[in-house]
């Protein structure tokens, strides 16, 4: 995992200075690496954690991408939101919005147990049917 994630990094650095990829305004390049190799591995071990409850699961490969593409759903809302209550919440939508892509709810809910702590079990409540002012 280190060698790769050094690698990945490696390029993307080589990208910077030459040019091929944009900088921060602010030119702190060397930033934009370290904020850059932390995310890769954020992904890997967000990927590995991911990995072992499919294979528990006995899900066959050629759908471990999706999986593995709900999985960083949830880890970016994870970073980008902090109330509990809220990121339950907009979890359980996506379960929803992934099952209806024809993932298996069940392996959707463990991995959101498993790897994020979150309950995503229930039904989803309905906005649509609120009575109030509108």
Known sequence: MAKDIERVCEKYELKLRTGKMPGRVNGDRAGQVEAY???QVNNE???????AVLGRAGV???W???YYDFGRRLARLAARIG???VLRQEARMQLEVWVARGLVRSVLEE???ECFE???GGP????AGATGPT
């Open 37 to 39: 190799r932390r995310a």
């Open 45 to 51: 071990l967000v990927r590995r954690a991911v990995a």
């Open 60 to 62: 066959e490969t050629i």
């Open 64 to 66: 471990w991408v999706f």
């Open 83 to 85: 109330s509990p209550d």
């Open 111 to 113: 991995i959101g147990r």
């Open 118 to 120: 979150l309950d995503l």
């Open 124 to 127: 989803v409540p309905s906005f």
